[in-house]
């Protein structure tokens, strides 16, 4: 017999677990459905999980000024205390890419992100490695955090079964279909039924949605390398920035005890378990070698490994009912942008789920729903309303 919730949320990212927490703090009873034996597999655990305020196009900025207090107070309903700790960001430019770095500056100055000129002199003071032919200027973005995501992770998960929220896992939603005024999803962990679905699983969300019967919104995936490096025993990276050049061909930070490093590729790939390409971590190393005398010889490297950021044209997220199949709600087409926006992206959705006012935090950042519904997504396609 199929299990009776209010909200049956399908997928364990951080879009489904934020989505549920903040279900279960309005109340409600939530089951959350995760195919795979542990959360956050694919995207969420393998994210390089930084917050910055300049990340992303003006909405994805706006959820990130409005989730930062989660992070830097967060609330009593959560068993970690500390979810993040202060970083800056150094982004460079060679000197053919000063005019992008000048307008970068402008850009993020006059939406109220705090970013200040430094000459290269300054910046290879923070980051010696940093080769000073390669750096023309440099901007430094105050306010930056890394983010605890293990605790973060852990975090939600308690938070959502404390208030008595369920989290299935190896629960594969085998089969979706609407009968009368519930979704009934069988899985191999059981059958469910709730009178709203929340469509929450990343790279998969236009299959699932197809499943169900919504139309696709168009989701395309897209991998991301990484490799981490271990300094040489004379390098103390602990007060490092996170460096990115100003044109995102790579970045790199400190990760631990360990040099975290991306070429920041995104290319378009199906929805998969995605592995590392050898091209693209050449890539990186040559960047990396351009720009640094970072020891980057296989002594170095420690371990590599690629994830998937999914967004659809305009690069916004998609928060909100779908326009023509009841009772079916989007949270999908977070990019790179999940885990900082999280907090801002699960108030959002519980507020609309709940059929409660847009959050006012959020509104007060300039947004509202029109900018991450999915009826945008049709009117950019001109499709007929």
Request: net charge negative; hydrophobic share 45%.
């Amino acid at each position: 017999m199929a299990k009776g919730v209010d909200f049956l949320v399908v997928g364990g990212g951080i879009a489904g677990l934020t989505t549920a927490f903040h279900l279960a703090e309005k109340g409600c009873s939530v089951v959350l459905l995760e195919r795979e034996s542990q959360p956050a597999f694919h995207s969420t655990g393998r994210s390089a999980v930084f917050f910055r305020g300049s990340h992303g196009r003006a909405p994805v900025r706006a959820l990130c000024r409005a989730s930062r207090p989660f992070f830097e107070h967060p609330p009593e309903t959560l068993s970690e205390r500390k979810l993040a700790a202060p970083r800056d960001a150094l982004f460079l430019a060679s000197a053919v890419d000063l005019p992008a770095l000048a307008s970068f500056l402008e850009g993020m100055n006059a939406h109220g992100t705090v970013v200040e000129f430094l000459t290269p002199e300054e910046a290879c003071a923070q980051v010696p490695v940093l080769r000073p032919a390669f750096v023309g200027g440099a901007a430094r973005e105050t306010g930056g955090m890394d983010i605890d995501l293990p605790a973060l992770l852990r975090a939600l998960q308690e938070g959502l079964v404390r208030q008595d929220g369920c989290i299935r896992l190896n629960a594969d939603a085998q089969e979706i279909a609407r009968s009368g005024s519930l979704w009934r999803v069988r899985t191999p962990a059981g059958d469910f039924a709730a009178p709203f679905l929340v469509n929450a699983t990343g790279a998969w969300c236009d299959e699932v949605a197809r499943a169900a019967g919504a139309a696709p919104i168009g989701i395309v995936p897209k991998r991301r390398t990484v490799m981490t490096f271990r300094p040489d025993a004379q390098t103390d990276i602990a007060r490092w920035p996170m460096v990115l050049e100003v044109r995102e061909r790579f970045y790199f930070r400190p990760w631990g005890e360990e040099i975290l490093a991306s070429p920041a590729d995104q290319t378009p790939v199906p929805p998969c378990d995605v592995q590392p390409q050898e091209t693209d971590c050449r890539i990186l190393l040559q960047r990396l070698a351009e720009a640094t005398t970072l020891r980057l010889d296989s002594d170095f490297l420690l371990r590599r490994w690629a994830g998937l950021r999914s967004f659809v044209p305009d690069e916004s997220p998609v928060i909100g009912w779908d326009p023509d199949l009841p009772g079916f709600f989007w949270v999908a087409a977070l990019g790179g942008f999940g885990i900082e926006t999280s907090p801002a992206v699960g108030a959002i959705a519980a507020a609309l789920l709940t059929g409660a006012p847009f959050p006012p935090r959020v509104a007060a950042e300039g947004v509202s729903e029109r900018d991450f519904t999915p009826k945008r997504i049709r009117i950019q396609r001109n499709d007929p309303q």
